[in-house]
């Protein structure tokens, strides 16, 4: 089993930053890829973007040029940085990822995350 906690979502004007965070514990060596999604009461739950366990990425065309996922094996975290925030980006932001074995997959609890000035 994978537990994840997300942190780091905010109120932030447009123009803004906000860096998410998202810790994983439990069965941390059967980790794959990792990845955020995010999802509005309008819409299905839509991918932001991914980092594969070697570290590639991947993203949406809607957040390419301004968004940055990241990882840290070493502190099990994975991050989304977020620049030039738009109200369109409002959503709760969820954390995933799969298991490497199973291909069993874990979220998080979800972070708000409100563009609006």
């Known amino acids: 089993q994978v537990q994840l906690v997300e942190s780091g979502g905010d109120l932030v004007q447009p123009g803004g930053s906000l860096r998410l965070s998202c810790v994983a514990s439990?069965?941390?060596?059967?980790?794959?890829?990792m990845g955020w999604y995010r999802q509005t009461p309008e819409k299905e739950r839509d991918i932001v973007a991914t980092?594969?366990?070697?570290?590639?990425?991947a993203y949406a065309d809607s957040v390419k040029g301004r968004f940055t996922i990241s990882r840290d094996n070493a502190k099990n975290t994975v991050y989304l940085q977020m620049n030039s925030l738009k109200p369109e980006d409002t959503a709760v932001y969820y954390c995933?990822?799969?298991?490497?074995?199973?291909?069993?997959?874990?979220w998080g609890q979800g972070t708000q995350v409100t563009v609006s000035s």
């Open positions: 995933n990822t799969d298991d490497y074995y199973t291909h069993k997959t874990y």
């Open positions: 439990g069965s941390i060596y059967r980790i794959n890829t």
């Open positions: 980092v594969s366990r070697g570290g590639s990425t």
